[in-house]
């Protein structure tokens, strides 16, 4: 199965970051997202966000003028 994707190319801080809280909730434990965005400050954001929520950066790759960010949920709630 594809890993859902988020495109939040448009927003600027904090929305990228508030919408992938969100987007990952709809993912299992250990299931990844996909994010899409365009804000030069959400690469940062949402590497801080992910790290502090227990969240895995899987990558972080830019492709053009967005960035494509992939993220597995935490195993466990904590």
Known sequence: MADPVFDFCGLVCPMPVLKTKKAIKTVEPGE????LTDDPHAVADIRTFAEQSGHAVIAQQKQG????????????DL
């Open 65 to 76: 003028e967005k960035v494509r960010h992939v993220l597995a949920r935490r195993l466990k």
């Open 32 to 35: 990844r997202i996909e994010v």
